[in-house]
């Protein structure tokens, strides 16, 4: 089974363009964009940083995100999908992805959810973020980094 992480994003902020651009300062090249009826897919970079990215249009979903953590459903319009490469260094392979995540969302204030294979991990709203170390995700040294200057709370249950 491949590991996927999910950015949900509130609000269509995200570009082809802002994410390519981020790719390119990070130094990467994405010569293979394949256009797909809601998105792209960036297939070019599999094996060089271990996996593959998706930007999709979610806006015409019926449905948000039911999540024992949130109040109301989360309503997205935009996902930013990573599926990881099984043959690909699991470890190092989030940590490029934190890096292209982390600092698109320097460069937007939409409020998100990343999830791993449907566990909701990050949790930004208004600004503020939260976390699920339920099962001690985040304890790894090299995915705290990414949050470790970050003002967190930790995500809870609704009651």
């Not at 200057?149 to 249950?157: D, H, I, W």
């Amino acid at each position: 089974m491949a590991t996927e992480y999910s950015l949900k994003m509130e609000d269509e902020t995200l570009t082809k363009e802002i994410l390519i651009n981020e790719m390119e300062i990070l130094g990467y090249n994405c010569k293979e964009i394949i256009t797909l009826q809601k998105g792209i897919q960036i297939a070019d970079l599999f094996n060089e940083i271990g996996f593959y990215i998706f930007l999709m249009d979610t806006s015409d979903s019926l449905f948000g995100w039911e999540s024992e953590f949130l109040e109301n459903d989360f309503k997205n319009k935009q996902g930013l999908v990573f599926r990881l490469n099984n043959d690909y260094d699991t470890e190092k392979a989030v940590v490029n992805m934190f890096a292209i995540i982390f600092n698109l969302l320097n460069r937007t204030n939409t409020n998100v959810l990343l999830l791993l294979n449907d566990v909701e991990i990050l949790y930004r709203e208004n600004g503020d973020f939260y976390i699920n170390n339920k099962f001690g995700y985040w304890d790894n040294e090299s995915y705290h980094r990414f949050i470790e200057k970050l003002n967190y709370k930790t995500l809870k249950p609704v009651e």
